[in-house]
T-cell receptor, first 114, second 113 residues
Framework: AQSVTQLDSHVSVSEGTPVLLRCNYS??????LFWYVQHPNKGLQLLLK??????LVKGINGFEAEFKKSETSFHLTKPSAHMSDAAEYFC????????????FGGGTRLMVKP | DGGITQSPKYLFRKEGQNVTLSCEQN?????MYWYRQDPGQGLRLIYY???????QKGDIAEGYSVSREKKESFPLTVTSAQKNPTAFYLC????????????FGNGTRLTVT
């Protein structure tokens, strides 16, 4: 079975400071990993994906994530937060041994203070 | 522009009534999915379809039904048997390969009173 744990349900940062959203996964097969963002009453938008190529993945809006197999982590970072980054973020894993289905983390709500 | 369209955005129904949520995609994706999202929670899979005329139950299929008669369309019916239907419903589609992401619609918020 595969699982995803987002270690913080809420993260609060000041505008202009770095963002770190933590994600740990378990999967007995080489997984694909994704980060999505959801603004209120909207669908999920793909930020970035890891699919066994480069371990440091760059996404949209200045976000990036690093796949660390030894730590089974896929943390999302951004050097400088903007007010528009305030949203819910989901880490997602997908693997063949799980029937190719996606498993979602519980989400992290990012708040950005002016 | 290609994408996924969910309609309506807001839906209100009386308890005991069936209601159908629409999901249409023009991305030519084989796989389509329905998720339910409750406040402060992640997404839970209701049903998915990997090909036309075939669909599978997800983790919380009880009280829901779907059809996949066309590649572009995957409507979800919330039946009166669903005990707690008030939620935000998200439809998604994908190419179906392991490394392909899901593309999401903007959701339908269903309120049953």
């Amino acid at each position: 079975a595969q699982s995803v744990t987002q270690l913080d349900s809420h993260v609060s940062v000041s505008e202009g400071t770095p963002v770190l959203l933590r994600c740990n996964y378990s999967s007995s097969y080489s997984p694909s990993l994704f980060w999505y963002v959801q603004h209120p009453n909207k669908g999920l938008q793909l930020l970035l994906k890891y699919t066994s190529a480069a371990t440091l993945v760059k996404g949209i809006n200045g976000f990036e994530a690093e796949f660390k197999k030894s730590e089974t982590s896929f943390h999302l970072t951004k050097p400088s937060a903007h007010m528009s980054d305030a949203a819910e973020y989901f880490c997602v894993v997908r693997a063949l041994n799980a029937g190719n289905m996606l498993t979602f983390g519980g989400g992290t709500r990012l708040m950005v203070k002016p | 522009d290609g994408g996924i369209t969910q309609s309506p955005k807001y839906l209100f129904r009386k308890e005991g009534q069936n209601v159908t949520l629409s999901c249409e995609q023009n991305l030519n994706h084989d796989a389509m999915y329905w998720y339910r999202q409750d406040p402060g929670q992640g997404l839970r899979l209701i049903y998915y379809s990997q090909i036309v005329n075939d669909f599978q139950k997800g983790d919380i299929a009880e009280g829901y039904s779907v059809s996949r008669e066309k590649k572009e369309s995957f409507p979800l019916t919330v039946t009166s048997a669903q005990k707690n239907p008030t939620a935000f419903y998200l439809c998604a589609s994908s190419i179906g390969q392991t490394n392909s992401p899901l593309h999401f619609g903007n959701g339908t918020r269903l309120t049953v009173t």
